[in-house]
């Protein structure tokens, strides 16, 4: 069995009639992470969120989407509501956008944590101030107390994945996690995200521009372009032997900032290794 099933999806503007995602059918087995790259508006976000049942208004999805076998679409909106935090979990480019630019971040936290913590809130608390402390955030206390804006982009991902340890949901989507980070925190932000895999065991949806990164992380690599999927195949593959011009048009032309992400991660992962 899959942990995430995508079949037919296919998203349009309702108003317009515009076609933005044509047909998508994919899988992600369980424990693994499928990687989706492709240019800006080729549909990947678009495909993320209406994974989570959240495209925005106005724009209508159609097709199934099975978590664990239960189909998102026939599940009303309290279900689904469930379902985001408890079994699904999405950490998005700018972390800022994610939390609440009124309250300071530890009461997003302990809100969310009670809507969906599998355990009892003192047990959260303690598992919340560990798992902060597993992503680098020394000080978990007066990180809590802080505002979004007062927090870097690099830590308010942290926070996003400390989140995710301690919600440990079946299926994590990351939709450009590291792009608005610098080169280091990036890598920095990605060895978490490994590190969140290995722990957690969750299947990982992990959306990036960048083929370093997903060297390092994906097993296998879904390309899209203009709204459809062009290629599809395990890492190594797409890698090595992409059949699409598009994907090899990626790699290549990606190759000199993925030599630049070597030489920051110290040499793994990059597309030679
Ligand atoms: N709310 C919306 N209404 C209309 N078109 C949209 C909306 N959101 C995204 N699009 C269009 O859908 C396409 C795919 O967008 P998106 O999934 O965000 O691309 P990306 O691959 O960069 O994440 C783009 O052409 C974008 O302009
Ligand atoms: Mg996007």
Known sequence: MNALEVHHLKIWDGLTGRVLVRDSSFNV????????????????SLTCRAIMRLIR?????????L?????????????????????????????????????????????????????????????????MESVGLEDPAAVMSR??????????????????????????????????????????????????????????IFVSHDLGVVKRIADEVLVMKDGEIVERGETGDIFSGARHPYTRYLVSSKLTLTRHFMQVMGGHGGVES
Do not use: W
């Open 29 to 44: 087995k369980y424990g693994e992470c499928l990687a989706i790259v492709g240019e800006s508006g080729s549909g990947k």
């Open 57 to 65: 208004a106005g724009l209508r999805q159609s097709g199934s989407i």
């Open 67 to 131: 978590v664990n076998g239960v189909n998102l679409s026939e599940l009303p909106e309290k279900e689904m509501r469930r379902m985001r935090g408890r079994r699904l979990c999405m950490i998005m480019q700018n972390g800022m956008r994610a939390f609440d630019p009124s309250r300071p971040v530890g009461a997003h936290l302990r809100e969310t944590l009670a809507v969906h913590g599998k355990r009892s809130r003192e047990e959260m608390a303690v598992t919340l101030k560990k798992a």
């Open 147 to 204: 505002y979004p804006h007062e927090l870097s982009g690099g830590m308010l991902q942290r926070i996003m994945i400390a989140l995710a340890i301690v919600l440990e949901p079946d299926v994590i989507i990351a939709d450009e996690p590291t792009t608005a980070l610098d080169a280091v925190t990036q890598y920095e932000v990605v060895e978490q995200f490994v590190r969140l895999r290995s722990r957690t065991g969750s299947s990982m």
